[in-house]
């Protein structure tokens, strides 16, 4: 009885307690290991980078670069038709991405073994599936919905041609004096305009929060 207790705690050398006569706490530690064992893989790892990073990509130029460039460039109506076409590709991509960040993020951090920084990862990843979401399903369709009535009305008063968001603002601002349909149309525009921006941005954010969290995480270059 003796002999078989010092064996169990290692007293002799090469020999290992069964599972059944290991104290409690050794076989949750091990247990605990078994988890953490499912690491990901070299290529699932370079898929997750490249979906997180090429949606965080798409997000910059589109906010920051494409909307800027083609409003300085073509009519307000032919703006606001290239941006209805591209949009619903644009929000329902990174709807995915943000989908499959999750997903892999998720199956290789099970809940009861995440750190406090993983906490915070994961929850950034589920608020940008959550705002993707919104925006692509919710937000940006009541936008481009409102935008196209507001252009029958703006067609009627030979408005829309100007090039830029400056031109002929006296013609718009005498517009919403006079109709009050097209006032409650650009009122409702601005607001859902307004949310929808904010989603893109705060969907930005978190891709790129965990973009840096990543590269923290990376030993070298």
């Known amino acids: 009885m003796i002999g078989q207790f010092s064996r169990c705690y290692g007293d002799v050398p090469g020999r290992s307690c069964p599972d059944y006569k290991r104290p409690p706490r050794a076989r949750i530690s091990r247990d605990s290991r078994m988890v953490a064992e499912g690491d990901p893989g070299n290529l699932v790892k370079i898929?997750?980078?490249?979906?997180?990073?090429?949606?965080?990509?798409?997000?910059?130029?589109?906010?920051?670069?494409?909307?800027?460039?083609?409003?300085?460039?073509?009519?307000?109506?032919?703006?606001?038709l290239v941006q209805s076409k591209l949009f619903?590709?644009?929000?329902?991509?990174?709807?995915?991405c943000s989908f499959i960040s999750l997903a892999i993020y998720a199956a290789y951090h099970p809940r009861e073994l995440l750190s406090p920084s993983e906490?915070?990862?994961?929850?950034?990843?589920?608020t940008s599936l959550l705002v993707a979401a919104l925006q692509a399903r919710w937000f940006s369709p009541v936008t481009t919905k409102t935008m196209f009535k507001?252009?029958?009305?703006?067609?009627?008063?030979?408005?829309?041609?100007?090039?830029?968001?400056?031109?002929?603002?006296?013609?718009?601002?005498?517009?919403?004096?006079?109709d009050p349909k097209y006032k409650a149309l650009r009122k409702r525009f601005m607001r859902y305009h307004g949310i929808s921006s904010l989603c893109n941005l705060l969907c930005l954010l978190c891709n790129g929060a965990n973009l840096v969290y990543i590269a923290l995480l990376m030993p070298t270059l």
């Open 47 to 80: 898929f997750h980078l490249l979906v997180l990073s090429a949606s965080w990509g798409m997000q910059c130029w589109m906010t920051f670069v494409a909307g800027f460039v083609l409003i300085k460039g073509v009519p307000r109506h032919t703006f606001g």
């Open 88 to 96: 619903p590709y644009y929000n329902h991509i990174v709807l995915c």
């Open 119 to 126: 906490s915070v990862q994961i929850s950034l990843f589920f």
């Open 150 to 178: 507001m252009h029958v009305i703006e067609r009627e008063h030979s408005l829309g041609q100007g090039v830029g968001l400056s031109a002929n603002k006296e013609g718009y601002q005498l517009l919403q004096e006079k």
